[in-house]
């Protein structure tokens, strides 16, 4: 089956093909008939399956089909982060529509929000929390809203935005179109869909194990080990960029400390800090300026980076769904990737879920008492046998031959020798180690001048970039001038997605800061 199959607009057609997509995927391809048919959905899936696009593209062309002057799709995301993702999707798949789309977030310009709300854009991408706050100041007309879409609603009923959407959704008209998109179905999120939609069509794609592609490693370690175990793991292993997920804020700040204090360059990601911080960080992480992240769960949902190599679970994740998710960052498009969990005693009973989903797939593996070198699981328990067999086979031959002198003597010249062997073995080490410091070092200094080269070339092409501000939320002029000129040169200078994708990644970027206080909510109200 592929995409034509669906009788699209054109001009969604051509954004479908510009981008790359032929072919649906599972949920879409049951998704998008029923949303054309104008039926409420409830859509079970994890992330990486497709979930956007299975809601963007059916709603892009029912609005190209009714074209209205106000706002007719609403989208409540859990995170800034997969607000501003899903807007580039909607500007990527909709290049040649004139759709207009703005996100309604914390972090950025109150008033500009404002100001696109009051203009009547097609679609509006917000977070619950922002959404509020804008109806406390405007008086935002939800009258001519034709769709609701709930993405990720599990993720929003963790982070405890559950009564804000409840207040969002009683201020929607009736006659609507509403579509909910959830990994997991809570009772809480069956009750809303209850109580909010109309006899809803179900879909539920499976959790499906971990892509093969991925190669999924897990240490038990102690707490106080884990630090160490991260830098075994970066030097040992060949990567290119590695997220790594903490489960708390404290956690994760800390974390990057430490790793920017072993002289690891690390940027970090979580709630508390503000988007100007957020997007410098997921900037810089995309960008390969800055090759490691420390995050919470944040980024663990909906986020498509390209190219992530590794990923570290400093912290084992509550639920089964939570480690699919987190580990399907990498190992994306066919590409290779490595998954590594560190398991301290009390995560051993969440983890146990994690190894009966992902089965064979996970080696497990344990650090020695040394911290430094790590055997097998079996063979760890097998080498604590031969190590208990061999003390009671001693302790035997010592009782048996107490008053022998000849092996007492034979013995202790193999004490002695024994001793003088560790202390060769000793030397020999140290002598490796500091053999493996200064290739190390070479290393480094060959790393760092690739990535300054990387890193100019990435700054010389930013420079021959359109100097258009793409942030501007009210982008409908903008767009459909864009789109006129590309249509025209269309043929001459095919688009590139992965140009339009850095676009509408820039215009994110770019957006102004908030004003703050008093004067922020005036600027709201008469801008």
Same mark, same amino acid.
């Given at each position: 089956?592929?995409?034509?199959?669906?009788?699209?607009?054109?001009?969604?057609?051509?954004?479908?093909?510009?981008?790359?997509?032929?072919?649906?995927?599972?949920?879409?391809?049951?998704?998008?008939?029923?949303?054309?048919?104008?039926?409420?959905?409830?859509?079970?899936?994890?992330?990486?399956?497709?979930?956007?696009?299975?809601?963007?593209?059916?709603?892009?062309?029912?609005?190209?089909?009714?074209?209205?002057?106000?706002?007719?799709?609403?989208?409540?995301?859990?995170?800034?982060?997969?607000?501003?993702?899903?807007?580039?999707?909607?500007?990527?798949?909709?290049?040649?529509?004139?759709?207009?789309?703005?996100?309604?977030?914390?972090?950025?310009?109150?008033?500009?929000?404002?100001?696109?709300?009051?203009?009547?854009?097609?679609?509006?991408?917000?977070?619950?929390?922002?959404?509020?706050?804008?109806?406390?100041?405007?008086?935002?007309?939800?009258?001519?809203?034709?769709?609701?879409?709930?993405?990720?609603?599990?993720?929003?009923?963790?982070?405890?935005?559950?009564?804000?959407?409840?207040?969002?959704?009683?201020?929607?008209?009736?006659?609507?179109?509403?579509?909910?998109?959830?990994?997991?179905?809570?009772?809480?999120?069956?009750?809303?869909?209850?109580?909010?939609?109309?006899?809803?069509?179900?879909?539920?794609?499976?959790?499906?194990?971990?892509?093969?592609?991925?190669?999924?490693?897990?240490?038990?370690?102690?707490?106080?080990?884990?630090?160490?175990?991260?830098?075994?793991?970066?030097?040992?292993?060949?990567?290119?960029?590695?997220?790594?997920?903490?489960?708390?804020?404290?956690?994760?700040?800390?974390?990057?400390?430490?790793?920017?204090?072993?002289?690891?360059?690390?940027?970090?990601?979580?709630?508390?800090?503000?988007?100007?911080?957020?997007?410098?960080?997921?900037?810089?992480?995309?960008?390969?300026?800055?090759?490691?992240?420390?995050?919470?769960?944040?980024?663990?949902?909906?986020?498509?980076?390209?190219?992530?190599?590794?990923?570290?679970?400093?912290?084992?994740?509550?639920?089964?769904?939570?480690?699919?998710? +987190?580990?399907?960052?990498?190992?994306?498009?066919?590409?290779?990737?490595?998954?590594?969990?560190?398991?301290?005693?009390?995560?051993?009973?969440?983890?146990?879920?994690?190894?009966?989903?992902?089965?064979?797939?996970?080696?497990?593996?344990?650090?020695?008492?040394?911290?430094?070198?790590?055997?097998?699981?079996?063979?760890?328990?097998?080498?604590?046998?031969?190590?208990?067999?061999?003390?009671?086979?001693?302790?035997?031959?010592?009782?048996?031959?107490?008053?022998?002198?000849?092996?007492?003597?034979?013995?202790?010249?193999?004490?002695?020798?024994?001793?003088?062997?560790?202390?060769?073995?000793?030397?020999?080490?140290?002598?490796?180690?500091?053999?493996?410091?200064?290739?190390?070092?070479?290393?480094?200094?060959?790393?760092?001048?690739?990535?300054?080269?990387?890193?100019?070339?990435?700054?010389?092409?930013?420079?021959?970039?359109?100097?258009?501000?793409?942030?501007?939320?009210?982008?409908?002029?903008?767009?459909?001038?864009?789109?006129?000129?590309?249509?025209?040169? +269309?043929?001459?200078?095919?688009?590139?997605?992965?140009?339009?994708?850095?676009?509408?990644?820039?215009?994110?970027?770019?957006?102004?800061?908030?004003?703050?206080?008093?004067?922020?909510?005036?600027?709201?109200?008469?801008?």
């Amino acid at each position: 089956m592929t995409f034509n199959d669906f009788d699209l607009q054109d001009e969604l057609k051509a954004g479908l093909r510009d981008i790359g997509y032929s072919e649906p995927t599972p949920i879409q391809e049951q998704s998008i008939p029923i949303i054309l048919n104008k039926k409420d959905l409830i859509g079970a899936a994890q992330t990486g399956t497709g979930k956007t696009g299975a809601f963007v593209i059916p709603v892009l062309h029912q609005i190209l089909q009714n074209p209205s002057e106000h706002t007719q799709v609403l989208i409540l995301s859990p995170t800034r982060e997969l607000a501003q993702q899903i807007d580039e999707q909607i500007f990527a798949l909709g290049y040649h529509t004139g759709i207009t789309s703005a996100t309604i977030i914390g972090g950025e310009d109150f008033s500009k929000q404002a100001k696109a709300i009051r203009s009547g854009i097609d679609i509006i991408v917000a977070t619950p929390g922002r959404l509020i706050d804008q109806t406390k100041v405007l008086d935002i007309d939800f009258s001519h809203i034709k769709f609701l879409i709930l993405d990720e609603a599990d993720r929003m009923l963790d982070m405890g935005f559950l009564p804000d959407v409840t207040k969002i959704i009683k201020k929607l008209p009736q006659d609507r179109q509403t579509l909910l998109f959830s990994a997991t179905m809570p009772d809480q999120i069956k009750k809303l869909a209850n109580d909010f939609m109309k006899d809803p069509e179900k879909i539920e794609i499976a959790i499906e194990k971990p892509s093969g592609s991925i190669t999924q490693k897990a240490y038990f370690v102690d707490q106080k080990d884990k630090l160490k175990l991260v830098q075994d793991v970066l030097d040992e292993t060949a990567w290119e960029s590695c997220l790594i997920f903490c489960a708390t804020k404290r956690g994760t700040d800390e974390l990057e400390k430490l790793l920017i204090k072993k002289g690891i360059k690390a940027g970090s990601i979580h709630g508390d800090r503000n988007q100007d911080e957020r997007n410098k960080s997921l900037h810089e992480f995309k960008s390969g300026k800055v090759p490691v992240i420390v995050a919470t769960d944040v980024l663990a949902r909906g986020i498509d980076i390209d190219n992530i190599s590794m990923i570290i679970n400093y912290d084992v994740p509550r639920q089964v769904e939570d480690y699919v998710h +987190r580990i399907g960052r990498t190992g994306r498009y066919d590409k290779s990737g490595i998954a590594v969990t560190f398991v301290n005693k009390k995560d051993r009973r969440a983890f146990s879920a994690i190894q009966d989903k992902v089965g064979d797939q996970l080696e497990i593996l344990e650090m020695n008492k040394k911290g430094s070198k790590k055997t097998s699981q079996a063979e760890y328990s097998k080498n604590n046998d031969n190590q208990s067999d061999k003390k009671s086979r001693k302790a035997s031959g010592k009782s048996s031959n107490k008053n022998d002198s000849s092996s007492k003597e034979v013995e202790d010249k193999k004490a002695s020798k024994s001793k003088s062997e560790s202390r060769k073995l000793t030397k020999q080490e140290i002598a490796k180690a500091n053999n493996k410091v200064e290739n190390l070092d070479s290393v480094d200094v060959v790393l760092k001048g690739s990535k300054k080269k990387s890193s100019k070339k990435s700054d010389e092409s930013g420079k021959g970039s359109s100097g258009k501000d793409k942030s501007d939320s009210k982008r409908g002029k903008t767009r459909k001038k864009s789109t006129d000129s590309d249509h025209d040169n +269309r043929n001459d200078e095919p688009v590139i997605p992965a140009e339009r994708i850095k676009k509408a990644t820039k215009r994110n970027q770019k957006s102004l800061k908030p004003a703050k206080g008093i004067w922020g909510l005036i600027k709201a109200i008469f801008s």
